[in-house]
C-alpha cells in the first residue's frame, strides 16, 4: 500500500462534521425549504443555529427551526431573554460561517448598506466570520441594477454567492432567480470548508462511477441482466461532479436522467462496461455501483423458439470482475477504488470478505434483500467498511448517500493533500 492509499483509508472527518452554521433565514418563499437544508446540514454532522426574520416566519415557523436544529431559534432583537441568553454579538461569532438563505433583495440591499434593523442585519454586521448567501427573488428584482450593485458590493467584501438558478419562479414568472437547491447549497458550504472558495473540492480530480445493470443478450429479444435502476449510481455521478470533479459515468441501460455535468458512455453488457472503464482511466476515483451480471449466456443469432420439446438450456460463461480488475495493483491504479456489496445475509462480514477480495479500499455494503426496498426505491441503509472498521449509516434518501459519500472522499483528498504540504 503507498502512503497516498494509506492517508485515504485513514478515515477523515468529513468536510462538514462539528461545522457550526449560523443559518438566517430571510422572508422569501424560498425559506420552506429551511426545515430541508436544516435537516441535511445535521444529516452531515453540523451544527445549526437559526434565526429567523420576521417577514421568514410568515413562511416557516420558528417551532420547526428549533426542532430541526435541536436549539432555540432566535428572532427577536429587543427580546430580553434572548440578549441574556445569547446576545447578537455573541450569535454572530459563535459560528464558523453565517448563512443567509433565502437571501432576499431586502436582507441583501440592508447588507450592501450597513443596516441594522433587525437581528438577522444586525448579526450581519456584528459578524467577524465568513458569509455565505443563497439569493431568492423574482427575475426582475435580481436583474434589478440597484440588486445587481449590491450583489457587487457584498462580493468585494467577499460575501460568497451560491446560486440563483434559473426556472420557474413562485409568482409565475420564469428566469433567474430561483434559489439554488439545497445539495448545491451544502456542495458550496464543503467546497468553502475545504478551503477552496472558487474551485470544488475535487475539481482537479478525475472520477469514474458505474452504474445501472448490465444485459446479458441470449438471442434478438432476450437477455439477463440484474436488478438495478441506476438511482444510487448516478446520484454518486452527480455528487462528485456537484464537488468539481471530472465524472465519467459509464451506466447499462436505466430510465434515470443523465446528471448534470457528468460525461456519460452509455453501455449494455459487462463487457463492454469494462471497456468503457478502462477507457475512462486514468482516474483517481472510482466508485463501482453497477449491478453488472455475473454471468454472459452464448448469445443465438435468432430468437430461439419454443418447438414443443425440452426448454433450451444456456450457456453461460463467466464476465469480468469489474471492480476487482479496476482495483488491481498497478500503474493506472486508481488512489481511491470504492465498491458497492449487495448483500441479502450476513451484510457486513460479506462485505468485509468482499472488500478485501476485490481489493478495494472502501466499500458501502447495502441490504438488498426484498424487505428492504432497495432496489428502485428512494432510500439506503448503507454501511461503509474501510481499512479502519465499518461505519453504519442511518437510512437516508439515495441521494444523501451520494453526498456523504462525496463529501467523504473530499475530505480524504483534503486530508491527503494537508499531509503532503
Ligand atoms: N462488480 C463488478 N463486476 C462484476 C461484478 C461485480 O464491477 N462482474 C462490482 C459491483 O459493481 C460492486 C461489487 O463488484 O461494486 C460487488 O458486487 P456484488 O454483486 O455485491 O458482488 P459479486 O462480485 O457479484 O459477488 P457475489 O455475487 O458473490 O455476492
Same mark, same amino acid.
Given at each position: ?182 445539495? +448545491?447549497?451544502?456542495?458550496? #458550504? /464543503?467546497?468553502?470548508?475545504? =478551503?477552496? $472558495?472558487? !474551485?470544488?473540492? *475535487?475539481?482537479?480530480?478525475? @472520477? ?109 460463461? +463467466?464476465?469480468?470482475?469489474? #471492480? /476487482?480488475?479496476?482495483?488491481? =495493483?498497478? $500503474?493506472? !491504479?486508481?488512489? *481511491?477504488?470504492?465498491?458497492? @456489496? ?80
Amino acid at each position: 500500500m503507498n502512503t497516498i492509499m494509506r492517508d485515504l483509508t485513514a478515515g477523515p472527518t468529513p468536510l462538514l462534521e462539528n461545522k457550526r452554521i449560523l443559518l438566517i433565514v430571510a422572508g422569501g418563499i424560498a425559506a420552506v425549504k429551511a426545515p430541508d437544508l436544516i435537516r441535511r446540514l445535521r444529516e452531515r454532522g453540523a451544527q445549526v443555529r437559526c434565526i429567523l426574520t420576521k417577514g421568514g416566519a410568515n413562511f416557516v415557523t420558528p417551532l420547526t427551526l428549533a426542532s430541526l436544529s435541536g436549539e432555540k431559534c432566535y428572532q427577536d432583537l429587543f427580546s430580553l431573554t434572548d440578549e441574556s441568553e445569547m446576545g447578537h454579538i455573541r450569535l454572530s461569532r459563535e459560528a464558523d460561517i453565517l448563512l443567509v438563505a433565502p437571501a432576499t433583495a431586502d436582507i441583501m440591499a440592508k447588507m450592501a448598506h450597513g443596516m441594522a434593523d433587525d437581528l438577522a442585519t444586525t448579526a450581519l454586521l456584528a459578524t467577524d466570520k465568513p458569509v455565505m448567501i443563497a439569493p431568492s427573488m423574482n427575475v426582475m428584482m435580481w436583474t434589478h441594477p440597484a440588486t445587481q450593485a449590491n450583489l457587487q458590493t457584498l462580493q468585494t467584501r467577499d460575501v460568497r454567492i451560491v446560486g440563483p438558478g434559473a426556472g420557474d419562479l413562485a409568482c409565475g414568472e420564469v428566469g433567474d432567480g430561483r434559489m439554488a437547491e439545497v445539495p +448545491e447549497i451544502i456542495a458550496a #458550504l /464543503a467546497r468553502f470548508f475545504a =478551503k477552496a $472558495p472558487n !474551485r470544488g473540492p *475535487l475539481s482537479s480530480l478525475k @472520477a469514474l462511477v458505474t452504474s445501472g445493470p448490465t444485459h446479458e443478450p441470449i438471442d434478438p429479444v432476450r437477455y439477463i441482466g440484474n436488478r438495478s435502476s441506476g438511482k444510487q449510481g448516478h446520484a454518486i455521478a452527480a455528487a462528485l461532479a456537484e464537488l468539481g470533479a471530472d465524472v465519467t459515468l459509464v451506466s447499462g441501460p436505466v430510465t434515470e436522467a443523465d446528471p448534470d455535468g457528468v460525461k456519460v458512455v452509455r453501455v449494455e453488457t459487462a463487457k463492454q462496461m469494462m471497456k468503457a472503464c478502462k477507457d475512462a482511466l486514468p482516474a483517481q476515483i472510482v466508485v463501482c455501483a453497477a449491478a453488472v451480471a455475473d454471468w454472459a449466456a452464448d448469445t443465438r443469432e435468432a430468437k430461439i423458439k419454443k418447438d414443443g420439446g425440452a426448454a433450451p438450456t444456456l450457456k453461460l460463461s +463467466e464476465n469480468p470482475d469489474i #471492480l /476487482a480488475t479496476l482495483a488491481q =495493483k498497478g $500503474p493506472l !491504479r486508481p488512489d *481511491l477504488v470504492i465498491g458497492f @456489496a449487495a448483500e441479502t445475509e450476513n451484510l457486513v462480514e460479506n462485505a468485509k470478505a468482499k472488500r478485501a477480495r476485490k481489493n478495494c479500499d472502501w466499500l458501502v455494503a447495502n441490504d438488498v434483500s426484498q424487505m428492504s426496498g432497495t432496489f428502485g426505491g428512494d432510500s439506503n441503509t448503507v454501511h461503509l467498511v474501510t481499512a479502519d472498521g465499518v461505519e453504519s449509516w442511518p437510512t437516508l434518501k439515495k441521494r444523501a448517500v451520494a453526498e456523504r459519500l462525496a463529501e467523504r472522499i473530499a475530505a480524504a483528498f483534503n486530508h491527503q493533500s494537508q499531509h503532503q504540504s
